[in-house]
């Protein structure tokens, strides 16, 4: 299979190392019209070829699958051409710049039988698939809430603000772990520099009594990567700054019983032990490329196809609108957030 | 100086050990109707007096002052009547069930010339006198953000949910740094268990670009107790949990300049130095106790007065009404929520 | 069962607290020839008598039991004339200035069939009797070796060196661990300051391929204390400094099988997972004190016998002789060291 | 200048991956007697050449210096060999098995004119440069002890001990920052698979009241890599598991006065402020690679040049023979570990 990879800044190196180190995959071609990033190209990997016009890519009949890391303004255009000429797509997080784009996508794909799928990078973690697995399995019992933090300093990014950037991976675990459909969202957000919000706060309300909350910031003196997801038997936190030991898991909770009348709360307080998993720490974005490939290859659903990247940019766009209306919450169409049921990834 | 402490459940003995310790004071009358509470309180304070009726207290006049430290719904009833009898108060966090209450209790101080103090402990803390010295003397710079998380598994409480609990103290540090009034305040929030919140997210807006944002949670795995103040420039971190180094103040921040029709910001990132201040590490309550009586000996508005207390009461009730509006922004009242300058208090 | 506790300085009044709060005893008795603290202790107690006199809690028939938590010079004066007397004897660690002395306070205890119970507190823990399990029940398989850190900022003793204040609980935790008799002990250490070492590296030797190692310092800018124990099964780290999770248990380790003229070793390294057990976190000292006195009430052999007192007194002494000999392996006599063996408590 | 470097192994491809980044380097060579090896450096490095022979290496004119990465038994060799065909050596740590074969090493250095340089790529850190100006402006003040903790799970070497591996960084930070010559080495250790140690702890003499001491360990079941150098005016801590302020420097310490007669001690405790310099965290081979090629153009004497490296080898020597004397104190020749004065890194 040859595969070409658009845009060379800073992902795209990344995809070529992995497509490089796929046995699947026989040539690589690099795309970029910025010939200094070609050159960074050439003179790290021996075996990639190079080229500065994506038309070239685009008609070249050799070229079965396409890889887009290029700024989200463009996934659009150049995805849609890709589909239309049968080529399989990869697609960088997130998918579009709005539902109505990634709906076009998704139906050109479908139209086209070829697989359209979202670079969803985290979701191929061992952190993530183990927290998966914990939630089919029950381990984790009824969810109760999922409160993540993201935080550092930087990178500002000039064409999209920190919920686009941020918040799109918090969305897509999300996604993921928790099959019950969103109902709404509601942002705040602060803008300290220019026009764009480099600090935002995002909730997820749903229909049930699950919450979820994404604090998303740029400007933080640490960095933190905190997800806690709340369930009635455990509670899993996974803290990717961890350099091992990233998911922790405790058998902790309460059981309550009040009775009418009563000013006290029976409250039963669990705390058992806390474990921390094994986990295998393979590269992710190895694990990216393998799916895609093996999707193509078996026409299997991606677990991040073009209906879960467009429920990502739906959580995102709701939140974008939400930010414009005072922190209104802002109801998202069930349609656009309910996934095919998404599986644990076949390791 | 004779002072009663009104309830002996959690905190009162906490009050009555300080107030023992306390030169000026010359007896302590601890009062609760429970007679099992008044033995235990005998047990362990040799000098304290015990009596079960509050009648017997708020009518001896050698009671010069009245510590409340009972459930919220009696704060009200119990200071007004204090306060009516010529004694000084000082009343647990929150002063009241609402600004009216609040208003009450305030207006009955000033027409009485009597001290009415709220124990917000927290502010007398180190690391809270540290944070506003480091506030007012600039070194912060421009405040940008406030983000607080106080998270913990239970106490889950029969009476108040989560936001009047432990968002009381966020509230109280939040107007204690910040002299800028708020504006408006929106909350969200699930009740898993039982019909009061156990997890919450309180945004406090400005008419600024500040944002201040509080996750208030019973229901967390692990017990978190952090404050991030940003400012253009130095940001701190406080954390309770740790046993030294509380606050961790950074050097860093951003500066960035962007010029229309550029793609790319001009970013500059500031990664400084990180200094831990060394703290005394007093007793925050020791203080509380200390600055009541100082402020009954000589006048003295207190750092916690009605008007301060009055303004987190104004925060919480704001926060409530929006739990009830499905997260909607509610305006505060500029008057409720301007204190007059608290200062740092003299160590 | 009346208690006389000889010595009211740090640790004194801990032990009259618990054993005011323990059921079984009638009444305490402080004793200390100091007024001041005779006078503190009356302040912050209200049942317990006092007297400054050691001779009149010594010869009063009614004293059934003796806690002596003076300087370690006094231990053994004072235990004797209890033991001479009749009284069952609790004395603080470490039992004795030299085996010498432990010696014949040990025969003094048989003579007359008196409870002779060193505090060694540790052992009393949740985390030790946790370990202990872990090594009982086989779950930490073979032990291999055992490294403390006990590391702060003080205090600096002015009669005993950090050998002796600090290294007494790492020896009393490793003896109560590990059956095994120590053969040797090596120390190495440093005086900064005055004539007593304030920063020491000691080593227990074994005839076995077991290893034990304590780093004690009072000149360290953070407070450490950490216990290692390395098995073929399990490898556990006790951290003390932590507020919950204080032991863990990580399913680690290698295994390795090399051949005659292989350069590579062929090594498999075993990652599995790591949990924190719950511990129940009842204080130590109560438990001392209980189980001082359901030994006496039994005529059970407490855990911490003055056998076992002695065994770490032989460290100590070992270690002191090595520090004065540069170095220098100092073997321990085999009687000295090998204790009845210590069962978990019965919590 | 052209460069080959000799062994393909761990080590060696990070040494080409800098070399081909530096300017003043036209060419890389790399040789291994392992096919295998060389085919993957060109698949990594597109613009290296390779070849198996080691004599074409060393006979090829056009070679002016050498970097040797191969195991260190073969150190010596095949420094010796290019050292005397007039190249510029660079020799991974430890220069060699032995002092004498060091001594050789750097005689032929100083005989024939050229660099020899150790790659002791700790000492190019930041950590370690900013610890060195610590030193070397006064700030720590009489430097007290040096404690280092280096524990792992793995890697088992199959040909030197836990000593040689480990503690060779540590006896190079050492010397780097303590400038009075070491007086003698005692180590112990125990070997729980094979024949070679894989845990031990090692002690440095000085003449003075200074202190070093090593603990190394290939049993750990996590990773730490922690040195406290405690000084009369400021303790530091360098954690390199830390991802940012891996440098503590802390304003603490004791004021100690003790009067002949008096039991208490007088001690004044220092608690100030902790402080983490930013770091500008370049790459430390990065440095290493820049120095080599520097010392060669200008003449100037390596901060880790062949002294340096003998010192090194002589306290692990040293450390060695104390293993096999049952923890013997071993003195070291003072003119082996007198180093000419290692100066600042210019950065």
Redesign the interface.
Known sequence: MVVAVLGCGYWGPNLIRNFLQCPEIEAVIACDPDEHRLDLV??RF?WVRTTPRTSAVLNDPAVEAIAIATPVALHYELASAALRRGKHVLVEKPLARCTAEASHLLALAEANGRILMVDHTFLFTDAVQKLKELVISGEVGEP??F?SVRAN???????VNVIWDLAAHDAAILLYLIEEPPAAV?A???????DLEN?A?V?I?YDT???A?F?V?W?????LRTI?L?GSRR???YDD?E???KL?I?????D?S?KEG????R?Q?R????????LPNQEALTRVVHHFVTCIRTGQRPISDGFFGRAVVALLEAAQRSLAN????IPVAAEYVTCPTTPLLEL
């Not at 705040?188 to 220019?194: A, K, T």
């Not at 405790?250 to 309460?254: A, E, H, I, L």
């Not at 005072?326 to 919450?329: A, E, F, I, N, P």
């Open positions: 050439r003179r021996r109760l809430y409160d300093l930087g990178l500002f990014q000039p064409d509601s705040v957000g602060v803008r300290h520099y220019y600090l706060y909730t309300h009594t699950f919450l909350h604090h910031n400007l933080s003196p640490v960095k806690c709340g509670m899993v936190i700054m350099t091992s030991e922790r405790y058998d902790r909770g309460v309550i009040s009563e000013e006290q709360l409250v307080y705390a058992g032990q806390m474990y921390a998993p094994p005072g922190g209104q919450r």
